[in-house]
């Protein structure tokens, strides 16, 4: 078995590497659960740093998980600290990535499943329809709800996306979904270009 690990990190765009793959790239406001969603799903504890690592969270982080196949690791959006002149940055960065990438073939995103499809999850959506991506929208932390109140929450953003995005509960502390994650992003990075 391939194990997926760190292959690069950009703040410029100069920096991505060869456009020559397949990549599947996650998204989700800081805090949502994404590294943490990416180490339980590459079954790599560790491999994406958490939020109170600092540093590479505000950059593009690309993971290999198999031959010409990546992870693209993008930073999360929202903390309220910082300074606007970083947050135009990384939009600039971000709208880049995702306007040029000719290697992107889909898009997760995450969200705290008792806070989900704020206003950067809709953003990322409209940009993946734009672009026909297909995404697949991951609502973590379900550990923290009931079976019932995640089961109505599930269906309450199935209804409200509809067919923008494919949908899943999942929680890395728990592992519930790992399985059915795992296999939307290996459909996705096997997808044609
Ligand atoms: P990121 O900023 O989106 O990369 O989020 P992190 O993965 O760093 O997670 C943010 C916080 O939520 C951390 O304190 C994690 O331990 C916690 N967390 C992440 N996923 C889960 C989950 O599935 N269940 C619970 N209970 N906590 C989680």
Redesign the pocket.
């Known amino acids: 078995m391939f194990i997926a690990k760190f292959l690069q990190s950009a703040w410029q765009p100069g920096q991505f590497p060869e456009d020559d793959a397949t990549e599947v790239a996650f998204a989700?406001r800081?805090?949502?659960?994404?590294?943490?969603?990416i180490n339980a799903i590459l079954a790599r504890p560790g491999l994406?740093r958490?939020?109170?690592t600092p540093g590479r969270?505000q950059l593009i982080n690309f993971f290999e998980v198999a031959p010409a196949q990546r992870v693209v690791d993008l930073p999360?959006y929202g903390f309220a600290k910082v300074p606007i002149k970083m947050q135009q940055h990384w939009r600039e960065l971000l709208t880049r990535y995702f306007e040029t990438r000719q290697s992107l073939t889909g898009l997760f995103i995450?969200m705290d499943s008792r806070r989900p499809l704020l206003d950067f999850d809709w953003q990322m959506l409209d940009w993946a329809k734009a672009r026909h991506l297909s995404t697949h929208l991951v609502l973590?932390?379900t550990?923290?709800l009931s079976r019932s109140e995640a089961a109505r929450t599930l269906a309450a953003v199935k209804a409200e996306t509809q067919a923008l995005a494919t949908a899943q509960l999942?929680?890395?502390?728990t592992k519930l979904g790992t399985d059915e994650a795992r296999r939307v992003l290996d459909e996705m990075l096997t997808a044609r270009r």
């Open positions: 989700g800081s805090n949502a659960g994404k590294s943490s969603a994406a958490t939020s109170k969270t999360g995450i973590t932390k550990d923290k999942f929680s890395a502390t």
